[in-house]
Antibody, heavy 123, light 106 residues
Framework: QVTLRESGPALVKPTQTLTLTCTFS??????????VSWIRQPPGKALEWLAL???????YYSTSLKTRLTISKDTSKNQVVLTMTNMDPVDTATYYC???????????????WGQGTLVTVSS | DIQMTQSPSSVSASVGDRVTITCRAS??????LAWYQQKPGKAPKLLIY???SLQSGVPSRFSGSGSGTDFTLTISSLQPEDFATYYC????????FGQGTKVEIK
C-alpha cells in the first residue's frame, strides 16, 4: 500500500525558510523511473507544481521558483525534503507531495498524493 | 512553460446529466495529459492518464479523449459523488495544471 505524508510547520514568518518533509511507504525511490514531486495549492486556487526528484537523484524545479527551492531525498528513511527560502504571504498554501513515474522524457502522472499540509505565512 | 486552459471554469448540472470539460494546451503535448478530481479539503485523485486511459478503480462513466492540443473529460451520467473540481495536467514537460473546472449542483 502506497502512502505519503507531509510534515512541517503550519505557520512561518515572512522572510523565513520553510522546510517540509514527505515521508512515504509502499514504494522505493531507488526504483528506476520513480519520482516524488511537491505541488502546492493556495486557498481557493489551482494546483502549482514546484519541484521533483527522481530515482537517479536528478532534481527539477519550477521556472518561476527555482531560485528559492531545494529538493533532496533520504532513500534510507523514505523521505523527500523541500526547502523554500524567503517565504512571503503569497506562499500561503496547502503543500502536497505526490508520487509519479517518469517514462521516456515525460514526468508522468501523479498517482498517489499525501493529504497535504497547510502552511500560512504571516507575521 | 506549457500553459493549460480549461473551460468552462464552472458548470451547473443535475444528477444524470452528461458533462464535458475541455482542456487546451499552449503547444502540442501528444497524449501526455491527465485528469484529476478534487473534493474540498482533499488531495486530488487521478482519474484519467495518457489522455484516455482510465485509472484503476475509477468508474467507467468517466472518459477522456484528445491529442495534440485539445482534450476532453466526459462524465456520461453525473452522480452525486461527482460534484467536485476537475483539473487537467500536462506531462509533456515539467508538469503544469489547468485552472480547474468546478462541477456544481444545478
Amino acid at each position: 500500500q502506497v502512502t505519503l505524508r507531509e510534515s512541517g510547520p503550519a505557520l512561518v514568518k515572512p522572510t523565513q525558510t520553510l522546510t517540509l518533509t514527505c515521508t512515504f511507504s509502499g514504494f522505493s525511490l531507488s526504483t528506476s523511473g520513480m519520482c516524488v514531486s511537491w505541488i502546492r495549492q493556495p486557498p481557493g486556487k489551482a494546483l502549482e507544481w514546484l519541484a521533483l526528484i527522481d530515482w537517479d537523484d536528478d532534481k527539477y524545479y519550477s521556472t518561476s521558483l527555482k531560485t528559492r527551492l531545494t529538493i533532496s531525498k533520504d532513500t534510507s528513511k523514505n523521505q523527500v525534503v523541500l526547502t523554500m527560502t524567503n517565504m512571503d504571504p503569497v506562499d500561503t498554501a496547502t503543500y502536497y507531495c505526490a508520487r509519479h513515474r517518469s517514462e521516456l522524457s515525460s514526468p508522468g502522472w501523479f498517482d498517489y498524493w499525501g493529504q497535504g499540509t497547510l502552511v500560512t505565512v504571516s507575521s | 512553460d506549457i500553459q493549460m486552459t480549461q473551460s468552462p471554469s464552472s458548470v451547473s448540472a443535475s444528477v444524470g446529466d452528461r458533462v464535458t470539460i475541455t482542456c487546451r494546451a499552449s503547444q502540442g503535448i501528444s497524449s501526455w495529459l491527465a485528469w484529476y478530481q478534487q473534493k474540498p479539503g482533499k488531495a486530488p485523485k487521478l482519474l484519467i492518464y495518457a489522455a484516455s486511459s482510465l485509472q484503476s478503480g475509477v468508474p467507467s462513466r468517466f472518459s477522456g479523449s484528445g491529442s495534440g492540443t485539445d482534450f476532453t473529460l466526459t462524465i456520461s451520467s453525473l452522480q452525486p459523488e461527482d460534484f467536485a473540481t476537475y483539473y487537467c495536467q500536462q506531462a509533456n514537460s515539467f508538469p503544469t495544471f489547468g485552472q480547474g473546472t468546478k462541477v456544481e449542483i444545478k
